[in-house]
């Protein structure tokens, strides 16, 4: 079972985080734990100090946190982008696919099953924030570069 | 019609095998109900009362003829003989095994169909004009559109998880025969200039607080269609309640924050999303477009109709709507026959649609949310031949728009979420009103009947609406007058107190027979109910 | 009394908690008096019933009844298509629901 997943190279961060609220305060901390219904835009001056942004899911449906991720890695955030709380296998995809980067799920996750889930869908409709190439950039490669 | 490609292909196949992969883990004990039922439903996999009931999409309700012959293989072959159309213009199972749904999604698989975001709380199947692609006055076809967001809301990472359901609607003429207003976004394209673009509607819905959704943008431009809806569902999934379900839709937000606030929160996300290249570029329209484009139409067709055989003559005055081509007419098929299950077709009549559409109307056929079908493309010389067809089938009914066409869920018959039953209702009602002299007489006149509160037979959107409750543990009927869910969309009124089943059957012949001493030279019902208002109504019935 | 119902998981099926295992006949139902929650999680957690819970019902000339019409459709099947009820040669057992 996985208690950890990081996809990221090197250490993960092991820096305590703070409430949003403390952090735009004075804190002094570079790991933030985002709740759900917290607006994430009131990181964005702070992105360069930051290393580590907890995103935290209270159950999976509550689908928040998916958001509170892509608009901080449309912002530029570079540093790791953890969701924590109520994360299943099935969740891992469309985290992964919104910027997250790492997970630290309440329920450790089957190894198996995250690799298989991982490995399922070779393809994507939409362009997020993750990197892959849409369908549609497939299909036009002469028009869309990258 | 769109057809696949590998890229399509793959995506549907992966799905079939996640979910079997699903389905297996469940079976064997290391999925509880709980973590599998928000599975399952993203699949289209419902408990109902009787058994697990699988909802299948039906993009934009449109179907090729192996399409809807697969349909029927799966009646057959997994249910129990029929199907329903429903009022999304997608199909519904009753009866299925759970351990077949994973087959079943490999057999639609491979006639290019899927029961992805049938149900959960993510965008669902968009909707459009049944007539798309053939109506006279149509600004663009929207089908390629729709296509485009069936695409896009697939699987979309951020939007998987949303307060409720949401539900999308494309259309390109003035008239809306597909509600488009009361979906939680509707897009209207119209024309500035050369170019064609959307205007978009927010926040409409019926359910349990109906709403007719307010114009938020006038014209959003082919190429930043997709980064404005994500703007819109972004706004919606950070600040939509998640406190209480029955306010959890759109149209609560929209209607708390304001139409002006909740535009100012969409311009600003826009305003960021626009510039981060989400949407396709205009070749991948046009890559879709062919797709649609019209089909081998023969020239020189004569208009003309043997109208000799007086049952087909009314049948062709009632069904068959107008076509642009010359020569050739949009035939619908009423799956409301007089005591009939409204929507519902057996395999049979499912393969007789199918054969017809491929051999009379070039392989197409389309589903109606009032849940009929459509054949869009048929040679006015074929018509007689294909009525007695359907006569012979039993689906020659002439009633289109009329007091028996009526829309009616499943009720409590079969949903777990009724609190009374629709169907013997809608029996009943036919049979009152069946005479066609009557119905015709009466004119169009759209009845709508919800078995419970989350409204999936529009009875808002009725110029007679029935909403089914429980009234202590006995159904219980209220009545509605005077909605429509077309381009003068507007919501029912309750008239008051509800009524047994037999009573509203009654109190409904009554609102009728006001209509009838009322009515002014060339009005409907719904006209004459807006003329003079719900007084003398109320009079009839409870006076 | 007390009776507990829900659906097999495998065929989606309605049934009936009949003493010792289950029954597609709500006629055979047990009465569970205060048992039916520890029935419920000890039966789901077992496989063999999804969605299950309790419901009054009583005990009539034509046998079992449960209180709420849903159930007694839930009992008899589709009133609407008798001919995929449980007792699709009883015209009138539609009737019963009602």
Redesign the interface.
């Known amino acids: 079972m996985v208690e950890f997943l990081s996809f990221r190279d090197g250490e993960a961060s092991q820096e305590p985080s703070v409430t949003v609220e403390s952090f735009t305060g004075q804190s002094n901390s570079t790991a933030v734990r985002i709740e759900a219904g917290e607006?994430a835009r009131e990181l964005l001056p702070y992105l360069d100090r930051l290393s580590l942004v907890e995103v935290n899911f209270p159950a999976?449906?509550?689908?928040?946190g998916?958001?509170?991720a892509?608009i901080l890695r449309?912002a530029g955030y570079a540093g790791e982008l953890r969701a924590v709380g109520d994360v299943?296998v099935?969740q891992i995809?469309?985290?992964r696919?919104?910027g997250f980067d790492s997970f630290h799920p309440d329920k450790p996750l089957d190894d198996a099953a995250v690799e298989?889930a991982l490995h399922?869908?070779?393809?994507?409709?939409?362009?997020?924030v993750d990197g892959r190439r849409?369908?549609?950039?497939?299909?036009?490669p002469e028009?869309?570069n990258g | 019609m769109y057809r696949y490609d590998s890229y399509d292909q793959s995506i549907v196949d992966a799905r079939v095998e996640e979910f079997r992969d699903q389905v297996q883990r469940r079976l064997a004990g290391h999925l509880t109900e709980d973590q599998f039922k928000p599975l399952r439903l993203m699949n289209g996999l419902y408990l109902q009362l009787h058994a697990y009931m699988l909802r299948i999409a039906i993009p934009y309700g449109t179907l090729s003829a192996r399409q809807m012959r697969k349909l029927g293989e799966v009646a057959r072959k997994y249910d129990r003989g029929y199907g329903h159309f429903t009022t999304r213009t997608n199909i519904q199972f009753n009866w299925i095994k759970l351990a077949d749904a994973p087959d079943i999604l490999a057999e639609l698989a491979t006639v290019e169909m899927h029961a992805i975001q049938t149900s959960g709380n993510c965008i669902r199947n968009i909707s459009s004009d049944q007539y798309a692609g053939v109506a006279a006055d149509e600004v663009t076809d929207p089908r390629p559109w729709a296509e485009l967001l069936r695409q896009w809301s697939t699987f979309h990472p951020e939007f998987t998880y949303l307060p409720r359901k949401f539900k999308i609607c494309v259309i390109a003429t003035a008239e809306d025969r597909s509600a488009m207003r009361l979906h939680d976004i509707g897009l209207k394209l119209v024309k500035r200039g050369d170019e064609i673009g959307a205007e978009v509607y927010a926040g409409g819905g019926m359910g349990r607080t109906p709403m007719v959704g307010p114009q938020i943008r006038d014209f959003v431009p082919e190429d930043e269609v997709i980064p404005y809806l994500e703007a819109c569902l972004r706004v919606y999934n950070r600040y939509g309640r998640r406190d209480n379900k029955f306010k959890a839709r759109i149209k609560i937000l929209v209607h708390e924050l304001g139409v002006e606030e909740y535009k100012r929160q969409v311009e600003e996300e826009f305003a960021q999303m626009k510039v981060l290249g989400l949407n396709p570029p205009r070749e991948e329209l046009d890559r879709i477009r062919p797709f649609f484009a019209n089909p081998a139409y023969e020239q020189g067709l004569s208009d003309e109709i043997d109208r000799g055989d007086p049952a087909f003559a009314l049948w062709v005055d009632r069904q068959v709507a107008t076509h642009r081509q010359p020569g050739y007419a949009i035939v619908n098929i009423s799956l409301k026959p007089v005591g009939g299950i409204p929507g519902d077709a057996s395999a049979d009549q499912i393969d007789l649609i199918a054969d017809l559409a491929e051999h009379y109307s070039l392989d197409e056929l389309r589903v109606t949310h009032a849940q009929n079908l459509v054949l869009p493309h048929v040679k006015k010389a074929d018509l007689y031949a294909i009525w007695q067809k359907l006569d012979e089938a039993g689906l020659a009914e002439a009633n289109l728009d009329l007091i028996g066409d009526i829309i009616a869920c499943p009720g409590l018959d079969y949903c777990s979420l009724a609190n009374a039953r629709s169907i013997p209702l809608a029996q009943k009602l036919s049979e009152r009103f069946a005479s066609p002299d009557r119905q015709k007489d009466l004119g169009e006149l759209k009845l709508k009947i919800s078995g419970c509160i989350n409204a999936c037979g529009h009875h808002h959107a009725g110029h007679i609406g029935i909403l089914g409750v429980d009234r202590k543990g006995v159904e219980n009927f209220q009545l509605l007058l005077g909605g429509s869910g077309a381009e003068d969309a507007s919501l029912g009124q309750i008239t008051g107190p509800g009524f047994s089943e037999d009573g509203v059957v009654d109190a409904i012949e009554k609102v009728t027979d006001i209509y009838l001493a009322e009515r002014a030279q060339g009005e409907r019902f719904l006209d004459t109910y807006r003329r003079i208002g719900m007084k003398p109504f109320k009079e009839a019935i409870y006076g | 009394m007390k009776i507990l119902t829900g659906n097999d998981l495998g065929t989606g099926d309605v049934i009936w908690w009949a003493g010792d295992g289950w029954s597609r006949l709500v006629g055979d139902s047990a009465d569970v008096g205060d048992r039916g929650d520890e029935l419920v999680r000890a039966e789901e957690a077992a496989q063999r019933v999804v969605g299950a819970y309790v419901i009054d019902a009583t005990v009539t000339d034509e046998g079992i009844r449960p209180a709420h019409i849903k159930d007694r459709i839930r009992a008899l099947g589709p009133t609407v298509r008798p001919d995929l009820s449980l007792k699709p040669n009883d015209a009138d057992a539609g009737n019963w629901v009602i």
């Open positions: 607006d999976y449906t509550d689908g928040r998916y958001s509170a892509r449309e299943l099935d995809v469309p985290m696919r919104c298989r399922r869908y070779a393809d994507v409709y939409q362009k997020t849409p369908v549609w950039a497939k299909r036009h028009i869309v």
